[in-house]
């Protein structure tokens, strides 16, 4: 029903910043809430940040709050992620992912739509 497509991942170093896109296409009508996750090699997906239909309300995880912003622009249908102060701990695939009505959340069992992922790396 609803496709997300990742984009903007690739190698940065430690310190730097970078710019994460996700395309929604499909039936997106409804207003879906967003949020980006993230998951290293070994370790489980953990969250980063999500946000409501129209950008009004944001939610952020410990480790991006502060560094990273979570925003959207519903006319191009597209969500970002500005990542700044990289740093290696961040280095992992991250994930697009939509649901269907709602405020934004950051439990991963909320959300019914995922993107395939795009790969973040921060050198030291």
């Known amino acids: 029903q609803v496709q997300l497509v990742e984009s903007g991942g690739g190698v940065v170093q430690a310190g730097g910043s970078l710019r994460l896109s996700c395309a929604a296409s499909?039936?997106?009508?409804?207003?879906?809430?967003m949020a980006w996750f993230r998951q290293a090699p070994g370790k489980e997906r953990e969250s980063v940040a999500s946000?409501?239909?129209?950008?009004?309300?944001?939610l952020y995880a410990a480790s991006a709050k502060g560094r990273f912003t979570i925003s959207r622009d519903n006319s191009k249908n597209t969500l970002y992620l500005q990542m700044n102060s990289l740093k290696p701990e961040d280095t992992a695939v991250y994930y697009c992912?939509?649901?269907?009505?709602?405020?934004?959340?950051?439990?991963?069992?909320?959300?019914?739509?995922w993107g395939q992922g795009t790969q973040v790396t921060v050198s030291s």
């Open positions: 499909g039936r997106t009508v409804s207003p879906y809430a």
């Open positions: 992912a939509a649901k269907s009505m709602g405020w934004p959340e950051l439990s991963t069992k909320a959300y019914t739509y």
């Open positions: 946000i409501n239909w129209s950008g009004s309300n944001t």
